[in-house]
């Protein structure tokens, strides 16, 4: 039975949300310096941004789910997760140097993509939060 739930389960974390979060987008322009090093670290301090957003929201979503919902969205969450960091290992295994940065803006950009999703879930009625297009 859990092949089945998964095969149910993954698919819906794979769909695209509204706000279409991006690789190297303006989030990543500001990071744009002159060496690997301080690039990797500005990417990684805009991914604990999102990522601080990202845990308010589902706690908040969490909180306001009726009791049926909080089984599937922590375990929707915890799958997410799973998926976020085998898909940024991918590109973390690259060759050369800018296989750090690839990783890094990659996990910033779908923890972002993540928290717009939450968020939007959170508000049923009125457009985006801000960063989420």
């Not at 922590?74 to 960091?85: E, G, H």
């Amino acid at each position: 039975m859990k092949p089945l739930y998964l095969l149910l389960v993954v698919p819906a974390l794979l769909v695209s949300t509204s706000s279409h979060a991006q690789m190297f987008n303006k989030d990543y322009e500001k990071c744009n310096q002159s060496s690997t090093v301080n690039i990797v670290d500005c990417v990684n301090k805009e991914t604990k941004k999102w990522d601080a957003r990202l845990n308010k929201s589902y706690k908040a979503l969490m909180e306001r789910s009726d009791e049926t919902q909080k089984a599937p969205l922590k375990s929707a969450q915890r799958l997410w997760i799973q998926y976020r960091d085998a898909n940024c290992g991918f590109y973390a295994n690259g060759e050369g140097s800018i296989s750090q940065i690839n990783a890094a803006e990659c996990t910033r950009a779908m923890t972002q993509e993540r928290t717009c999703e939450i968020e939007a879930a959170n508000r049923y009625e009125g457009g985006p939060m801000a960063g989420c297009q």
